[in-house]
């Protein structure tokens, strides 16, 4: 732009008119005075008005210089650049925005065509712009890349104009805008939209609320959501529930305090189904640090999980038999100890060899021999409780463990019936039968080991001396354990046969009232009268004929003796007496004991209320409101009812109220200690007190001696029983005994 010089030239031409005038007036002077004098006033006042003029254009001429410096200011500061281009193209004037932006200095601009800094690829652009406004004349707009001499390029946007300038020729304007960052800011929001829609992960954002704000597509397809129906809910709509509070408070947590969070967690699909996924949360904060946006970002691992499980299952198990191997018992066995230790409970590792399998391997081949392993672990588990684990150990060795048991001689009545069922005929696909047996070492814990490794070593050395004696057989890792579990199994089988064989007997104990001395009645005791072993005592195969299932026929044999015997001494002339018959839990919980005393009483004829029945604390304590409608009911028959080994049970006396009974049993432990043991006495004595509170008459067991006869006494308690008036004796002596109460001590 050139400066407005000419401005001047009306001033120029006023001072030459006035030049004029004062240059004639000599000759003006001699013409006449007067007219002189007129004329140089006229003059004088034409000369102040020029210079009025004068400074009047100076001043303007002022103003335009200071408007003109504004300009320059305003077109060479302005943060856009502004280029003129003649009709070719080349740059003829620049402001120092444009040539910044050009990356060169305004004089080396002119000249020059603006397509030399325009990116080659965007020339078409340009050209198609300019051809645009040549023909329609109407300012164009586009967005195209410099470079500064080949540098990195960037974005601007132009603007063009075609104007003429002063001389009329065509001249275009152009405007450049720098939109470089603006341009790298669309390119990032572009580029994050599609990675976020394109991600393999399900992708969510929600607000510090945790409201679902958004969510891509690979959510929907996971989920089964579209996104309508998400948004605005929280993520807890797809909890699955598997996780429990805990875990979740926990889990926030961890994204408060780290804004990260990383884990396994199972959701639900819409259509209910449950999946595995890695989930991540990561807190997004704002300028003050607070929390504004959670971005929660998961994939199904499910097929992750499959192959997990398929491999933990290859590295537990036993691929020829799908049996536990060796490693799943180890940490089996470990878990089960803490268990058991924990609740006091038992447990047992059987040690197994199979006897001859090696021949079957010699004769027939491997593939037979594979075979009959197959066989032998389906043998195995096909009997077992889920709980227990059947592990093939390697080659023909296995191991059983048996958690949770009730009795450590369990252990041995499991190895038997491994034994008789590994001993039948073996039936291979190609035809042939084969025969083999086992040989099973058995170690307990806590009794023989509270390690893993010394169950596993005290069970291998069991089993080698189980193979030792012969095979085919089982050893405990103790030899009295094996002695006690051989002896239990013998009972169990003599037991069987002593029902058959008729070897029981009905003995009976006197009780006897303390006031008077009187025999007022006994306590029906079962005895065994075995031709081999003697007699054996009922604590022993009592709790045997109960696990064999025995004990219901031998309880109904024992009330349909006593009852039968009772009418005998009726008959025979005895007065009025009470017989006291024992149930066992077994019988009172299962089998219809009402029905079966009367059936008993009905067939003998024995009045019931010479019948006593005698109940343990626990055979009430479960499954109370049951409990008291058969007590109802036997007693509804006449009936007495007795509780018995009071004191041993459950020490809780609320439940007597409850209870429709009779009499109550002090048991003998109390009554041993009697005359050493202070607190014994209390308790006795707080015993009978609270059986006469509750109304019921109170029997003391096991009196051995006078002190303690004496001291019941003195306590008002109403009978006893004991070796000091008599132990149980046969039905002959007790008639003998009954003739002669008062007992003559
Ligand atoms: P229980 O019902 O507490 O029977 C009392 C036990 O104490 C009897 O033992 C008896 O012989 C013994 N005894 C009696 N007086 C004395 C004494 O002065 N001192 C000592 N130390 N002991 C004495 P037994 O006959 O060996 O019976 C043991 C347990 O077997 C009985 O305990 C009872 O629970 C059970 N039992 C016995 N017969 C039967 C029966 O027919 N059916 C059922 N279900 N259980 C029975
Ligand atoms: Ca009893
Ligand atoms: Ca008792």
């Known amino acids: ?30 013409v006449s005075q007067d007219n002189d004098k007129r004329l140089l006033h006229e003059l004088q006042v034409h000369q102040i008005e020029l210079e009025m003029l004068n400074e009047n254009l100076r001043q303007s001429q002022m103003e335009l210089e200071k408007s003109w410096a504004r300009y320059h200011d305003l077109y060479e500061l302005a943060p856009v650049g502004y280029l003129s281009l003649n009709d070719n193209d080349l740059i003829v004037d620049a402001n120092r925005t444009a040539s910044k932006l050009l990356g060169r200095l305004k004089k080396s601009l002119l000249e020059y065509p603006l397509t030399r800094f325009i990116v080659r690829d965007d020339h078409d652009i340009y050209y198609a712009h300019r051809k645009q406004l040549v023909k329609t004349g109407k300012a164009q707009q586009m967005e195209l890349r410099l470079t500064q001499a080949g540098a990195t390029s960037y974005w601007v946007r132009l603007e063009m104009n075609r104007t003429l300038d002063m001389d009329a020729n065509p001249v275009l304007r152009v405007i450049l805008s720098d939109i470089n960052e603006q341009k790298s800011n669309d390119e990032y929001l572009r580029q994050a939209a599609a990675m976020f829609e394109a991600t393999r992960e399900g992708v969510m954002i929600t607000d510090a609320q945790t409201r679902i704000l958004v969510v891509n597509r690979r959510f929907s397809e996971l989920t089964g959501y579209s996104a309508s129906e998400v948004i605005g809910m929280t993520p807890q709509m797809l909890s699955s529930g598997r996780q429990n509070e805990q875990f979740y408070t926990a889990m926030w947590d961890d994204v408060q305090k780290h804004s990260y969070w990383q884990g396994e967690i199972w959701d639900r699909r819409k ?52 049996l536990s191997n060796r490693l799943l018992l180890f940490s089996r066995l470990e878990h089960c100890i803490s268990m058991s230790r924990r609740e006091r409970k038992s447990a047992a590792l059987l040690m197994m060899d199979l006897d001859r399998f090696k021949d079957v391997n010699d004769s027939y081949g491997h593939l037979a021999g594979d075979e009959l392993l197959q066989q032998v672990a389906h043998r195995l588990t096909s009997r077992l409780r889920n709980i227990d684990t059947v592990t093939r150990l390697g080659g023909d060795e296995f191991a059983l463990l048996l958690e949770d048991l009730s009795h450590p001689q369990d252990a041995a009545l499991v190895a038997v019936e491994i034994l008789e069922s590994l001993s039948l005929p073996w039936q291979l696909s190609n035809g042939i039968e084969v025969r083999i047996g086992v040989s099973i070492g058995i170690s307990l814990f806590p009794e023989h080991g509270k390690s893993s490794e010394e169950l596993l070593q005290h069970a291998d050395t069991a089993l080698y001396r ?66 081999e072993e003697g007699m054996i005592p009922p604590d022993q195969f009592i709790p045997v004929a109960e696990e064999i299932g025995l004990i219901s026929e031998i309880g109904e044999w024992v009330l349909r003796q006593v009852c039968q015997q009772g009418m ?20 009172f919980r299962h089998g219809d004991v009402a029905a079966l005393v009367a059936e008993v009483l009905h067939e003998t004829g024995f009045p019931p209320g010479m019948l006593e029945l005698e109940l343990t604390e626990s055979a009430l304590m479960e499954r109370e409101s049951e409990v008291v409608l058969i007590l109802q009911r036997l007693q509804d028959l006449g009936v007495r009812l007795a509780i018995d080994d009071f004191g041993t049970g459950y020490s809780s006396f609320a439940y007597l109220k409850y209870f429709p009974l009779n009499i109550l049993k002090i048991d003998k432990t109390f009554i041993e200690d009697l005359t050493e043991m202070d607190d014994d006495k209390e308790i006795a004595a707080a015993i009978i007190g609270l059986g006469h509170t509750l109304h019921l008459q109170v029997l003391a067991e096991g009196v051995e001696t006078e002190e303690q006869l004496i001291f019941l006494k003195e306590q008002g308690c109403d009978f006893y029983q004991g070796y000091y008036a008599s132990p149980a004796v046969s039905a002959h002596d007790f008639f003998n005994l009954f003739q002669n109460s008062p007992v003559p001590k």
């Open 466 to 531: 189980a193979k030792g004696e012969g095979r085919g057989n089982f050893k405990y890792f103790s030899e009295d354990m094996t002695h006690a579990a051989l002896r239990r199994i013998n009972l169990e089988t003599l037991l069987r046969r002593a029902v058959v064989k008729d070897e029981l007997l009905v003995y009976y104990q006197p009780q006897v009232d303390i006031r008077t001395g009187k025999i007022i009645g006994a306590e029906a005791l079962l005895r065994w009268h075995n031709a």
């Open 1 to 30: 732009m050139k400066k407005p010089a000419d401005a001047l030239i009306d001033s120029n031409q006023l001072r030459e008119r006035a030049e004029q005038i004062v240059a004639a007036q000599p000759a003006l002077e001699a």
């Open 271 to 322: 259509d209910g189904e449950i999946f595995p996924q890695m989930l991540s949360i990561s807190a997004v904060r704002c300028e003050q640090n607070q929390i504004s946006h959670y971005v929660g970002v998961f994939s199904d691992i499910s097929k992750l999980k499959d192959a997990e499980a398929r491999l933990d299952f290859m590295a537990h198990h036993d691929p020829l038999t799908g």
């Open 568 to 587: 005998n001494w009726i008959a025979a002339g005895l007065p009025s007496l009470k017989l006291a018959v024992n149930l066992s839990l077994h019988q």
